[in-house]
Nanobody, 117 residues
Framework: QVQVAESGGGLVQAGGSLRLSCAFYGSTFSLYVMGWYRQAPGQQRELVATITDGGGANVVDFVKGRFTISRNHDQNTVHLQMKSLKTEDTAVYYC???????????WGQGTQVTVSS
């Protein structure tokens, strides 16, 4: 059973940085595209970034240049390095594992990121 678990959220002032981590368990890590999504209060969940097993990264425009996604194959983890945070980045951030073949996907419980002005 695939499980993903986020950590690293918290409260930070605008302009600051945070690093989110996602641990992957229960299957072959290389068979999954990993991603980060976020959901702000009253908003729909939205894609932030994805990364393939080969390291191909896709970061959406509204965080490009500020957020970086990376993947550690030895530890089966994915990280989201966030810098120059803005108040509008406040959201619950979710890790997603998307199986390449079956397209089943798995979600973590989320980690809260709050950016204060």
């Amino acid at each position: 059973q695939v499980q993903v678990a986020e950590s690293g959220g918290g409260l930070v002032q605008a302009g600051g940085s945070l690093r989110l981590s996602c641990a992957f368990y229960g299957s072959t890590f290389s068979l999954y595209v990993m991603g980060w999504y976020r959901q702000a209060p009253g908003q729909q969940r939205e894609l932030v970034a994805t990364i393939t097993d080969g390291g191909g990264a896709n970061v959406v425009d509204f965080v490009k240049g500020r957020f970086t996604i990376s993947r550690n194959h030895d530890q089966n983890t994915v990280h989201l390095q966030m810098k120059s945070l803005k108040t509008e980045d406040t959201a619950v951030y979710y890790c997603n594992a998307d199986a390449i073949v079956s397209r089943e996907d798995y979600w973590g419980q989320g980690t809260q990121v709050t950016v204060s002005s």
